[in-house]
């Protein structure tokens, strides 16, 4: 029975596959999203230009 | 501004009062429902304080809405509104005076869980999680306090919704401003907004979004917590939501979607958990979405879907021994939830229908178009929608690998509100995976599997992601696959990655629970550094504070005499700057100015066309003498004929860009309508 209080989970393969799949998925995002870095290229672009116009 | 202020206290008198007594039963301690342990009453607490507060909050001014649809008078102002208050609001009142006592003993019980030392506690046993709802807190205030310094912005506000509101602050009027078609839609934002116009600085107007991120989370959390995840993973989901951007960069950007995204998150939860409240879960779950309705139209699509979640309910779960059948159970709960709905979306169906013909104008809804006659507006042209998809993919089979493979950036356009963000990517096929055993063993695997918990879940699972399959697919099938038209199927989503998150053990569950954080937080480091470096470049680097110089427009307008009238001929996003310093001017929306200057023009174009596009644009007409404006508005690139009944006479024009002096291509430029000149 799982105890949904303490967040224990199951026994066997299964919670062992779920986190391969959730960490190689985040890590395939970071690779391959044009969104995300761009966010953060877009971010220092910005910083860059504030700082220029700051003095 | 002081009936605004007592109006505004009673509805918060009335939804608390309601609240508590609506409030689920007492989860510990002696009569305590053991199947209820995963209960969230004070996430449930909170989600029905919201839905009752802003139902107090509209019903009046509908009620008064009506009184104007009848009568032709405008009708919302203070002293009716809180009279209109009273009248709504006596049942409530009512009610929560004959059950005094029980409201006393749910107060105390709901304090008990929310008190100092029980949430210290529950801080402590997942601090990692608290710590991530507390920065999503600490982002809310930063951005209040970022924005209060500005003026609104975003194309959605300027168009439509802020005129909207100023309209009804100037003339205490729920029609429309304009006919043009995105002035119709339902204005639950643009009443909220007026409230913020009304009482507070205008620069206070933009920081409007933050407070509807309570509702939303704990819902979330709730849902979560009653598909029988842990406390730790329901945070995190209920966390996680927000570091979609769909959804984050709503709530803390300029845009108008959040609260319709909040309240129908709400009510998914009503219906698909069905907290044990003390008064009708359906009732108040059809308040929800008829509130989400009024703020954003296109959650019909999820109204449909949770009609059918309440069949699929009633046939399958709820039944029982001494249980009514299901033929009579589900016209009850359909006419429960129907009857909130309507209450909370019904003056806007009326509004529509009787000024339009249409209920659901300036939407046409499928097939019902041909039955009932119920056309879309002729100004909205969706001939166009199907490719603003590939904003976001490069081709219609990038959907298939979509958020991992997309090629927007933030702030790009249109599509800076959208992407979905890391955490989606990493539990969305986790979560296919996990459903993918739990159904296995849950509806074909041997009885251990009903030890294991599946048996009874796996069904609500499923209903949870049919609900994010059904919404997706109807703005598939409708062909505008904008994210941002299916972010309601986050809400369905994000409990489910909850229960997966749940099923996770040891070390590694530990690993991926520290990773999910950390991702959550990068993200909100980015809504961070946006936030500040947009409050950089348009509030400190201007060179002047004063409102022409923030929105770019010849000063002349800000020091228009009373009545004046400006004809807008730049953009649709230009229509609320036009109101002026004092928020006094009148202004004739763009739409409305094609229409006026350049009546030959296809009137299914006139919404996405620029005045260059227009051809022969003719000031002598009736109409425009006829429409008592007395000023224009033009970018220097278009030439307006006039003649000599009606001569256009320059009053000012803004011809620099004050930040980089450098000349502007197309100087902008104020006349005055000479009506007098021969």
């Given amino acids: ?55 | 501004m002081a009936a605004w202020i007592v109006f505004l206290l009673i509805c918060f008198a009335l939804s608390t009062a309601t609240a508590f007594l609506a409030a689920e039963p007492k989860i510990d301690g002696p009569g305590a429902d053991p199947a209820r342990a995963a209960s969230s009453p004070l996430a449930s607490f909170l989600v029905v304080w919201f839905v009752l507060f802003f139902s107090f909050f509209y019903l009046p001014q509908f009620l008064l809405g009506l009184l104007e649809q009848a009568t032709g008078a405008p009708q919302v102002f203070g002293l009716p509104l809180i009279l209109a208050l009273l009248v709504v609001g006596l049942p409530a009142l009512l009610l929560c005076w004959r059950e005094r006592g029980n409201l006393a003993e749910n107060r105390r019980d709901l304090s008990a869980v929310s008190g100092r030392a029980s949430l210290a506690r529950y801080w402590a046993k997942q601090p990692l999680e608290c710590l991530l709802l507390a920065l999503v807190a600490a982002m809310s205030v930063y951005n209040i306090a970022l924005r209060s310094f500005g003026l609104p912005g975003g194309f959605e506000s300027q168009a439509y919704v802020l005129p909207n509101s100023l309209y009804l602050v100037m003339t205490g009027s729920l029609q429309p401003w304009s006919d043009g078609a995105t002035h119709t839609y339902p204005a639950n934002q643009a009443i909220y907004n007026a409230v913020f116009l009304r009482l507070l600085p205008e620069g206070m107007v933009s920081v409007v979004n933050p407070p509807f991120l309570v509702p939303l989370i704990a819902s979330v959390y709730a849902m979560a917590r009653a598909l029988g995840a842990g406390t730790r993973a329901s945070l995190l989901a209920a966390v996680g939501i927000v570091s979609v951007p769909l959804v984050g960069k709503q709530a803390f950007g300029n845009y108008t979607d959040i609260a319709g995204t909040a309240f129908i998150t709400a009510a998914i939860y009503l219906v698909l958990a069905r907290p044990a409240l003390r008064i009708s879960c359906l009732f108040v779950a059809g308040l929800s979405a008829g509130l989400a309705f009024g703020f954003k139209s296109l959650h019909l699509v999820s109204i449909v879907f949770l009609c059918a979640a309440l069949v699929v309910q009633e046939v399958f779960w709820r039944g029982g021994p001494g249980t009514e059948p299901a033929v009579s159970r589900i016209p009850r709960a359909l006419v429960v939830f129907g009857l909130g709905v309507l209450l909370t979306s019904g003056f806007w169906l009326l509004r529509n229908y009787v000024n339009y013909g249409n209920p659901v104008y300036p939407a046409e809804l499928p097939l019902m178009g041909d039955l009932f006659g119920w056309r879309g507006a002729l100004d909205a042209d969706l001939t166009g929608q199907s490719a603003t998809q590939f904003n976001w993919v490069k081709s219609v089979a990038g959907w298939l690998v979509y958020p991992w493979v997309e090629w927007h950036y933030n702030d790009q356009g249109y599509s800076g509100r959208s992407g979905l963000g890391i955490f989606f990517a990493a539990l969305f096929p986790a979560s296919l995976l996990a459903t993918g055993v739990a159904v296995f063993k849950g509806a074909f695997g041997p009885s251990q599997a009903t030890a294991d918990g599946y048996a009874a879940v796996w069904p609500r699972i499923l209903l949870h992601l049919a609900g994010a399959a059904f919404v997706i697919m109807a703005w598939w099938v409708a062909d505008n696959r904008q994210p941002r038209y299916a972010v309601a199927s986050m809400a369905f989503l994000f409990p489910v990655f909850a229960w997966t998150l749940s099923q996770l053990a040891g070390r590694a569950g530990q690993v991926v629970n520290v990773c999910l954080a950390v991702a959550i937080a990068a993200t909100f480091g980015l809504y961070l550094s946006s936030q500040s470096i947009r409050f950089v470049s348009k509030s400190v680097l201007v060179p002047s504070r004063e409102r022409h110089s923030m929105y770019e427009y010849p000063q002349a307008i800000d020091h228009l005499p009373a009545g004046a009238k400006i004809i807008n001929l730049t953009n649709r996003a230009g229509n609320y700057k036009l109101f002026g310093q004092g928020l006094s001017n009148q202004v004739v929306a763009y739409v409305d100015a094609v229409r006026l200057l350049a009546p030959d023009y296809p009137a299914e174009k006139r919404t996405l066309s620029t005045p260059t596009e227009l051809g022969e644009i003719n000031l002598c007409r009736p109409e425009v003498r006829d429409s008592g404006a007395t000023h224009l508005y033009a970018h220097g690139n278009v030439t307006i004929a006039d003649c000599d009944e009606m001569r256009l006479v320059e009053v000012d024009r803004l011809a620099v860009n004050k930040v980089n002096n450098k000349p502007l291509p197309n100087p902008r430029i104020l006349y005055a309508i000479d009506k007098a000149a021969n």
């Fill in chain 1, 1 to 55: 029975m799982i105890d949904p209080e303490d967040n224990t989970g199951r026994r066997g393969a299964l919670p062992l596959c779920l986190a391969v799949v959730i960490l190689a998925s985040m890590a395939v995002y970071l690779v391959t999203s044009v969104a995300f870095w761009g966010d953060i290229d877009k971010i220092i672009t910005y910083a860059e230009k504030a700082m220029k116009l700051l003095g």
